[in-house]
């Protein structure tokens, strides 16, 4: 069982950054698949970012693509997020999501276990 915490969300303008946070408890964090998602007002939740569990392999969205990077702190059980040259259309709120099994997951099928989520809004 694992249960995630994600912080760091706020206001920030655009071109802004902003680092985002997900703490895990349950000691095998540490071999899970993690990701981010994020879902703006009225549209579905997506894809942002995913990282495995040694941190060795990473993917990221086109729409994220050199503005974002996923990390990841095994030692600390956390995964963060980072934004750069943020926009107004990464407005949202931001999900971590994790799962046991390998292979870096771009559907929210993928993923058993979700966070409460954290909101992000950016100013034009």
């Known amino acids: 069982q694992v249960q995630l915490v994600e912080s760091g969300g706020g206001l920030a303008q655009a071109g802004g950054s902003l680092r985002l946070s997900c703490a895990a408890s349950?000691?095998?964090?540490?071999?899970?698949?993690t990701a981010w998602f994020r879902q703006a007002p009225g549209k579905e939740r997506e894809f942002a970012a995913a990282i495995n569990w040694s941190g060795g392999s990473t993917y990221v969205a086109d729409s994220v693509k050199g503005r974002f990077t996923i990390s990841r702190d095994n030692a600390k059980n956390t995964v963060y997020l980072q934004m750069n040259s943020l926009k107004a259309d990464d407005t949202g709120v931001y999900y971590c999501a994790a799962d046991p099994n390998d292979g870096l997951g771009l559907s929210r099928a993928h993923y058993e276990y979700w966070g409460q989520g954290t909101q992000v809004t950016v100013s034009s």
């Open positions: 349950g000691r095998t964090f540490s071999v899970y698949t």
